[in-house]
Structures are given as C-alpha cells and as structure tokens.
C-alpha cells in the first residue's frame, strides 16, 4: 500500500482504511454486550480516559479500534466535542456512594468492614487451572449486585474529626474546567485533578511509581479504596430543584502520606492525597492519589525535587489523546522539514570540513 | 480544478458547538491585537488526532462560511495524504467549494509550507502548529517562557544562536525559524523552511496560527513587518538548490522536493499547484 | 417571532469583525440583530466563559442570557458595550497585565446617535498597508484617552465602532492613529 510522494493520496487513504477494517471483521462480529460485559475494565478505562460517561459507545470505539484502547478512548474524546454542555450537577460526596467495594489498609477492621467485593486482588494468574472441576464453577452471583444500599463514610473519618488530616485551603471560587480554559501556571489543584481524573493509567502509573521507588519521599497508606455507583443530582433549569438524573460507576482513593507542618497553623498533620476517575479502575485512582500526595504537600520532600511532584510536568503529560496523537504524528510526512535540516547540516559540514583543512 | 460537495446533515455546521467556536473566535481577535503572542485556548479534541493538525482545524472551522472556497495542503502537496483527509473531513462538515488552485482559495489551510503563489488581501493561510512556542528549544518550564515574553527577553534564544554560529557557521535550526514580528514579540513561524520565511514579510494576507494539542492560536496580521533573528554582520541564509530546475516545469526558484528512484535521485517542486500551473502555462504558451 | 438562524449570522459577522481588526481602517458589514449592530456583535462575542457590561438603553438581557455570559463591573468585564463613545467610558476597563495581554477588554462603540463628532486620522501599523487616511466617528479627545490607555503595549484594550449604516470599524492596540487637520 505504498503511496507516490508526489499526489495521488485519496485512493490510497481509501484502500488502507478499507483494509484496516476487513482486518478486523470477526466471524461472528463482537456483540456490544460481550464488550460491556466480558471487556468491562476496557470499557471502563475508555470512559476514564475519554471522558464520558458511556458504556455503549466505549464498547463501539473499543470494537471499531480493534482493541487499541488509546485509539479507543480517542473516539470517545472527539464525540464528547460533539455533545453540548449544558450544565454542571451537584458535586458528589464520596461518603454518598453506593459501596461494591471498599477497603482500607490503614486499619485492620473499620466500620462497616472490609468489603472486598468483586476483586482480581487474590487471583494466581496461571492460564490452566489446577484446581477441580467443582472448585472452577463459578458461583452464581445475582445480576442486580451492582447496586448495592451499602454506604459508609470514609475510613479516614474519625481520623479528619480529630483534625489530625491537612484540609488544603481552597482558593478557587469553582473548579477550573481545562475543557472550556487554558490553565496556566499557578495551576489551580482543580485543574489538576480534572486532567488527572481523565489522564492516561500507563502515563500516572509511572509518574506515581517514580516517586514510590524514591524519587520523592512519598511512602503512602491507602486510607480508603471504594468502588461504587453515585446519584447524580442536577438542578432543573426552571425550577432549581434537584433531581437525580442518573446514577455512574466510579472509583475513589484516599492515600495517607507522610506528616508535615500544616501551612495553615504550623501543627503537624498527615497528608492526604485523592484520586478518582469513572468506571472501576483501582490502578489510576490509586496513581492519582499519589501524584495528588506528591504535588500538593510539597514541603516535606526528602527524595528532592522529583517528577511526580512538580505540576508542570504531570499538567502536560499525562493525557493519552495528547501523547499518543503527537507520537503518531511522525509518521506524517516531514520531508520538506527534513530537506531543511539535510541543507543545514550540509552547510555545516562543509563548514567543519573546511575548518578541519585548515588546521 | 474547484469541486463542490454536499455537507452531512447530521452535523453541526463546522463540526463542533458555537461555544467553542465562540471561544476560538475570541483568541483569533487577540492574537491579531497581538502581533506574534501566542493565545491560549481550551482546545478540543477533533476525530483527527492531536500532532495531525488539530489546531489548524479548529482555526479553519470557527472561521469558514457557506461562502469560502478551500485549499489543503501538506508539503506543498495538494494530494498528500493528510491533506487528502482533513479536507474531506472540513468539506464534509460545512459544504464549502475546495480548489486546488491557489489564487481561488480564500482559505488555505498548510502544514509546513507557504505556497508559491503569492496570496493576495482576499485570502487567509492558516498553519497548523506542533510547537507554537518559540523558546521551547531553551526554556521548556511555561511560567518562565511567559515571563520572558513579557519582557520581551529572547536572551536565550540569541545565546543558541551564537553558540551554534560559532561551532557551525550558522545556526543549526532548519525549520522554525524564529522571527520577531511588528519589533515586539518573537514567535514560531511553524516548521516551514528558511525558504518561506521572507514570505510573511508585509504579506497582503491575513496568516493565522493554530496549535491543537498545545493549545495556542497565534498571528501575523497582514503588511505586519517580520524580521528573522540574526546577528547584524550574517546573512539570512536560506535553502538553496545550487541551480537546478523543477524537472516537470522548469521552475528554478522555488522550493524543490528531493526524490530518490531506481533510475537516480530527482528534483520536483514542492508546491504542486504552482507546478501543475507552471506546466499549463508552458503548455499554453506553445 | 421571526426565526433568526444565530449560528449562521455569527459566523458571518465574526468573519467581517476579523477582517475589520485585522485591518484597521477597512470597514466591514454587519448584519444587525434585532435591528441593532451593537447586539449582533454581542451575540458574536458572548459565551458563558466571558463577562459583559452594558448600561445602555437596548434589551441586552435577552442577547446575555441566550449567549449565557456573566455581567461584571467596567474594572472587570472582558467585553464592553456603550450607546456612545464616550472618552470616559475608557478609564476603568482592564489592560490585562504583561504575561497575559490577552486579558485586556474588548469594547464595542454604537455610533450611531446623530450629531456626532468626527475625526479625521492617518493610521499606520499592522494591518495597513503604509498609511490610511480614514475619518473615525469620535472625538480627538477619546482618541487621546485611548492613546494614555495603550501606551504600555503589550497591555491595553481593542475597539470596535458601529455606525449607523452597521459598518463596523476595528482599531487594535497595536494601531498609531495621528489627528490630522
């Protein structure tokens, strides 16, 4: 499928996008709901990182990328510019949400215990089982578990009634949404933990995990792990009252730092970082919590200035739309660029060279 | 050759909602109030990818009438396969005329090359940008890079400009050249070679900057002066092709295409239209 | 009610609004809203990430609400619109600072009340070719106020002016506007 340099661009553009999809015509073709269910935490990571709250479009975008879940949530990303905006609903107060889960690592038991739900954690990760036939059926678990009427307040909460925790003045009349704004330096914590909350997992893994091997001095706790279903509340447009318009699954992580004076009265208090994003992906709240740990109590740093702790780095860095469209975008022609360059480099060579005779 | 299209129906006129556009327009008129300052916008993610020319798009999208005639290109190229791809895609979202003849167009959207044809009061280039910060190369943290603007201090960028000159004769920047515009700010002309860089000069048009993933619109208004960086006693020294021709239509001073084949290595013009045109002339002429 | 298709007139009002600040001196027309220049332009600059002032005698509010913009004081508002142009209306609007001009106001003149004064100007600077000779609808003294008000460039405000034949009238920050006789 080569293309002549020179013109002829439409047929070929043509043929390779016909060709990447017959590649990817299965037999049987892949039910949306095989990818809801069976694909969920692709799905799930799709409307993380595309940034809308859509489990059918997330399983079209995963079947029409084959799979690749940075060009998957890339779809996503460019609808939600389609969509319009028209209006913001009531802030979720994570002590609201309906619990499939939630631990704590802090503490050995805690009100209302340790729910482990449905978790991966403790599974051994061997193709071929050895365990019997009678061990490997499943359990049959209802359907309707989704949704449960458990809800708990943070573990951390007798912890914050005691002001032992630093509450971070907040400066910022409403968040800052990089949606509609350019954010600038100093970036407001808001603006950060929207580009956080809809950040590449691989990018925040990363980032986070250079500052837990020591390139700062972040040795965290996970205070409160939850997944679950929260309301969303929005005021009608006439009438101002609230009404529940629809329910979205999420992950929130509350991780327990080391302990720094507070800026606020000089009293020592822990640190504490949080991390959320939608859908069921413990990997990136737990990354963003730490990220949030390292950027945001910053006085304490013993590992010195690190990555994960500076603002400017982690703000342009982890979007996946960003990073993966701009590495791809090598493949575009450049050869006028690189005509240039070859002219610069001949120029300076010749230079070299003559500089080199004359010695 | 002008061709006409039908939009889609099922979409916004300009793909995405007046709001955007609204926001995107209001970045236009500061940057032009702003000769060379790059504006930041929100930005929103398009069906092309970030680093593909995002930020031209939005540009050319919330500035396109029903009236507008189209141009694309790419290297010069009218038939590059980006090219190829991003007109389909603002044709199939507004409907509007697309040419391939550069005196017709009124919008021209490029990437990396300022055509041939000299452009006129009547038309509107629009670059798309990968780096629309000029001091990316020596200072990468964004609050400083604002406060040198600010104080219209390039201290740096002359320091690299040195230090190359005086291991390499020259600069080492091949594309991106900086340029000082209206005698204020220094800006990214985006990666167009040294070539171009006379052309956005007093240029008749209007010349508008858009980076996507980045995030900033600049601009040059038209008859707007623009100086490359240089030291006083050197030359601003441009491409050059040590006299060949275009060997489809003869032309010997414009940008050439190196092409390498079985039979030997070629030289082509990189703007197709001005070759097609030249080649018609020529044609016509006989 | 007649139906007005927004989108479709903003679009061609932004455009000419372009070309009128990108090339000072070089009038452009405006398709009015509701009979007026002043709100056509409203409704092309206004959306709900901006603030609005205006204290004249036209219905603004329903051009503000459908645009969603916020109101603000003259100290604050990003966008300015008067029923005359009056040289005092510049002293209080913002300049933006030196990292960030683009902050400074952007403010709309109507100018079209009869009996106005008029001025005639050479411009020069980016957008004009050499120099243009062109009469402004207002006084040297508001000429003189918005020369005080731009004089730390890149800080200072945008103009527009429409008169009262809806051609509209753009003169950036970076335009030199010398009083001629």
Not at chain 2, 125 to 143: I, K, N, S
Request: hydrophobic content about 40%.
């Amino acid at each position: 499928m080569s293309y002549v340099a020179i013109k002829g661009g439409t047929e070929a553009i043509r043929a390779s996008k016909d060709f990447f999809h017959a590649r990817l015509q299965a037999e049987d073709g892949l039910a949306e709901k095989a990818i809801i269910k069976g694909l969920c935490f692709s799905c799930d990571r799709v409307m993380g990182e595309g940034a809308l709250y859509t489990e059918k479009l997330a399983a079209e975008a995963i079947r029409k990328s084959g799979g690749d879940l940075l060009e998957a949530a890339f779809y996503v990303r460019a609808h939600r510019s389609t969509c319009q905006r028209i209006g913001s609903v009531k802030p979720i107060q994570t002590d609201t949400v309906h619990l499939l889960r939630r631990i704590s690592s802090a503490f050995k038991d805690i009100s209302g215990g340790q729910v482990l739900g449905p978790s991966c954690d403790y599974v051994i990760r061997l193709f071929s089982s050895l365990r019997s036939n009678q061990e490997n059926q499943a359990r049959d678990f209802e359907d309707g578990q989704h949704e449960t009427d458990s809800l708990a307040a943070s573990a951390l909460h007798s912890l914050r009634e005691d002001d032992r925790i630093v509450v971070l003045e907040n400066t910022e009349a409403a968040p800052f949404d990089v949606t509609r704004a350019f954010p600038l330096p100093p970036y407001p914590r808001s603006a950060l933990m929207q580009v956080m909350a809809r950040g590449e997992t691989g990018a925040m893994l990363a980032f986070a995990y250079t500052s837990m091997r020591g390139y700062g001095d972040v040795h965290p706790t996970i205070g409160d792990l939850r997944l679950g279903t929260a309301e969303l509340r929005f005021p009608h447009p006439f009438t101002g009252k609230e009404t529940k318009i629809g329910t979205i699954r999420i992950t929130a992580c509350e991780t327990v730092g080391t302990f720094h004076p507070d800026p606020k009265d000089g009293r020592l208090r822990l640190a504490v970082g949080f991390g959320f994003c939608f859908g069921f992906n413990e990997t990136k709240a737990i990354a963003m919590s730490i990220l949030d740990l390292a950027m945001h109590h910053q006085g304490y740093s013993v590992g010195g200035q690190s990555i994960a702790a500076q603002p400017e780095m982690i703000i342009h860095h982890v979007d996946a739309i960003e990073s993966m469209g701009f590495a791809n975008h090598f493949k575009l022609p450049h050869y006028v660029t690189f005509q240039a360059h070859q002219q610069v480099f001949n120029k300076a060579k010749a230079n070299d060279d003559k500089e080199e005779d004359n010695e | 050759m002008t061709r006409k299209r039908i939009m889609s129906n099922s979409v916004t006129f300009g793909f995405f909602d007046e709001d955007a556009k609204k926001e995107i327009r209001r970045a236009m008129l500061k940057a032009v109030a702003l000769p060379g300052y790059i504006v930041p916008f929100a930005s929103r993610e398009m069906p092309i990818a970030r680093g593909w020319g995002t930020g031209g798009l939005q540009v050319t999208l919330s500035l396109i009438t029903e009236e507008d005639t189209l141009k694309v290109i790419d290297q010069g190229c009218d038939g590059s396969v980006n090219a190829v791809n991003i007109r389909d895609f603002i044709v199939s979202v507004t409907g509007v005329d697309e040419t391939e003849v550069t005196p017709d167009a009124t919008i021209i959207q490029t990437r990396h090359r300022v055509p041939e044809y000299p452009l006129t009061k009547g038309q509107t280039l629009v670059y798309q940008v990968p780096y629309p910060e000029v001091l990316t190369t020596v200072e990468p943290d964004t609050a400083k890079q604002k406060q040198m603007h600010a104080n219209v201090d390039y201290a740096k960028l002359w320091v690299l400009l040195y230090e190359d000159t005086s291991q390499f004769g020259d600069s080492r920047i091949s594309s991106r050249y900086p340029v000082q515009i209206n005698n204020h700010f220094v800006m990214d002309p985006s990666p167009i070679p040294k070539f171009d860089i006379p052309k956005l000069h007093n240029n008749p048009a209007l010349q508008l900057f858009g980076a996507g993933r980045e995030k900033r619109i600049y601009a040059i208004p038209p008859y707007t002066e623009v100086k490359p960086l240089k030291f006083a006693d050197r030359d601003f020294a441009i491409e050059d092709f040590a006299g060949r021709c275009c060997e489809r239509c003869g032309a010997a001073d414009v940008f050439l295409d190196e092409v390498h084949h079985e039979d030997g290595t070629h030289f082509f013009c990189s703007d197709t239209y001005h070759c097609d045109s030249r080649r018609q002339e020529v044609a016509d002429a006989a | 009610m007649k139906e007005h298709d927004l989108e479709r007139a903003n679009r061609k009002n932004f455009r000419n609004s372009l070309e009128a600040m990108a090339r000072p001196g070089e009038i452009q027309p405006i398709t009015p809203l509701f009979g007026s220049g002043l709100l056509a332009m409203a409704s092309v600059l206004l959306y709900a990430e901006v603030s609005c002032f205006y204290q004249g005698n036209l219905d603004f509010e329903l051009i503000r609400a459908i645009c969603g913009a916020r109101t603000a004081c003259r100290e604050m508002a990003d966008y300015l619109f008067f029923d005359s142009p009056d040289p005092a209306e510049l002293a209080e609007v913002k300049t933006g600072t030196a990292e960030s001009p683009e902050q400074g106001a952007t403010l709309l003149f109507d100018c079209s009340y009869p009996g106005h004064e008029e001025t005639k100007v050479r411009l020069s600077g980016p957008g004009i070719d050499g120099t243009k000779k062109i009469t402004l609808p207002v006084t040297a003294i508001f000429l003189a106020r918005l020369a005080e008000k731009n004089e730390s460039f890149p800080m200072g405000i945008d103009l527009f002016f429409i008169d009262r034949n809806n051609m509209l009238f753009g003169l950036p920050r970076t335009t030199r506007i010398e009083v001629i006789q």
